[in-house]
């Protein structure tokens, strides 16, 4: 703990850096630890103890990693060994186990002690904060019950850094404050919380970049498709447009008739394009963190282009044949 205490004064008197603290386990980084607990007011039976994940944190650590304070306080430089036994939960923790309750001022006795301690020590509840995810980003967030470091002492918190400036700009400024503390300590997975979310959505982000390609390529075809059935069909009834021209129907009114029956088609289409989309998407959602599954502005811009396509496809054949001789109309096949 002394370590520490040294480190951390180190780490927050550095050029550029706004605060540090450790925690364990870090989020997302892939450790956890679920223990049991009694609740004071309504102890139950060893086998009927609810659990939770816990963790333990030195001071600052919530408000370096940006976890809002929702009730109560924050962990300080008091809760030591010496003094009262305190723990912080998560908004889940404090909607699951106290619904409707005042949690504040609360006691639990965790199942796990510290090293010369006896088992189920109460410990108040203090604080309230948010929550926050420490496994994965596609998960919901999980009940979590936190210990002051300093009353929890189980091993070594990893040291998390807020910078004002880029973290790798920093990266060997801190190597080096660890050689001078202790040489014998190594430094190992120096890493942004942003390159762990990457790592969080590697796989997804795959999935995802190869299912855009093929949309993509889908929809290109679509267009190419669309412009060629439409063209097909336009350059098929140049007999019929010769007819009406020939019998005094204007050219516009000739390209006005062909774009609405290209739109009544194109309507038609966009349904049932759109209805099978909506349905898709739903097999998407194990893919997504924090976003629906149907993009209305998504599906909107596909509609538009697929729409402006058909207008294209139907448009250039029909103004071709409407400027074409009614005589040379006639006689086409």
């Known amino acids: 703990m002394a370590f520490y205490d040294q480190l951390l004064e180190r780490m927050r008197a550095l050029p550029g850096v706004e605060s540090a603290a450790g925690v364990w386990p870090l989020p997302l980084g892939g450790d956890n630890a679920t223990v049991s607990f009694n609740i004071e007011e309504r102890p139950v039976a060893q ?8 963790a333990f944190a030195t001071p600052g650590y919530f408000s370096t990693a940006g976890t809002p304070l929702l009730k109560g306080r924050f962990f300080n430089d008091h809760d030591d060994a010496n003094a009262p036994r305190v723990v912080i939960v998560n908004k889940v923790f404090a909607d699951k186990f106290f619904p409707a309750e005042e949690v504040i001022g609360k006691r639990i006795a965790p199942g796990t002690m510290a090293p010369g301690e006896k088992g189920g020590i109460s410990r108040e509840i203090v604080g309230v904060v948010g929550n926050a995810k420490l496994f994965a980003m596609d998960a919901e967030p999980l009940p979590i019950y936190y210990f002051p470091y300093k009353q929890l002492p189980w091993q070594p918190p990893v040291v998390m850094l807020r910078t004002a400036l880029p973290p790798r700009m920093l990266e060997s400024v801190i190597r080096k404050q660890m050689t001078d503390l202790d040489p014998n300590v190594p430094v190992f997975q120096v890493r942004t919380m942003a390159e762990l979310l990457s790592l969080q959505v590697t796989e997804p982000r795959f999935h995802t970049v190869l299912l855009g390609c093929f949309a993509g390529i889908a929809l290109l075809l679509t267009m190419v498709g669309l412009y060629g059935v439409m063209a097909y069909s336009v350059t098929r009834r140049t007999r019929e447009i010769g007819v009406r021209i020939a019998l005094g129907g204007s050219r516009g009114a000739v390209l006005s008739m062909v774009l609405k029956q290209a739109l009544v088609l194109l309507a038609a289409g966009l349904v049932l394009g759109l209805a099978a989309s909506w349905a898709a998407d739903r097999l998407l959602e194990s893919m997504l963190f924090g976003t629906s599954a149907v993009n209305p502005r998504v599906l ?21 044949a409407a400027k074409v001789d009614p005589l040379v109309a006639l006689r086409y096949e």
């Not at 086998?47 to 816990?54: F, G, K, L, Q, V």
């Not at 811009?301 to 071709?320: D, F, H, N, Q």
Request: aromatic share 4%; proline share 10%; hydrophobic share 45%.
């Open 47 to 54: 086998p009927d103890r609810p659990s939770a994940n816990m």
């Open 300 to 320: 909107g811009l596909s509609g538009l282009l697929v729409t402006l396509t058909g207008l294209l496809a139907a448009y250039l054949p029909a103004r071709r």
